[in-house]
């Protein structure tokens, strides 16, 4: 039996990882508030976090 991948909005995922940012819940609840693995929302969370430097570069030079 083959399991079938869950896609998620890319508005869900930024969402989501605003509310991690804002530390006014856990990590673990949130991914039990939109029944995520939490393990997927700290994915999103070093995605965000690591792409943060490209959108403050000089994209001129």
């Known amino acids: 039996m083959s399991s079938v991948r869950k896609h998620y909005s890319t508005d869900l995922k930024v969402k989501i990882v605003l509310e991690i940012l804002k530390e006014e819940k856990s990590v673990t609840q949130l991914a039990s508030d939109h029944k995520i693995h939490y393990?997927?929302?700290?994915?999103?969370?070093?995605?965000?976090?690591?792409?943060?430097?490209?959108?403050?570069?000089?994209?001129r030079t």
Do not use: R, Y
């Open 39 to 59: 393990s997927q929302l700290l994915k999103w969370k070093k995605q965000a976090v690591e792409g943060l430097p490209d959108l403050f570069s000089d994209s």
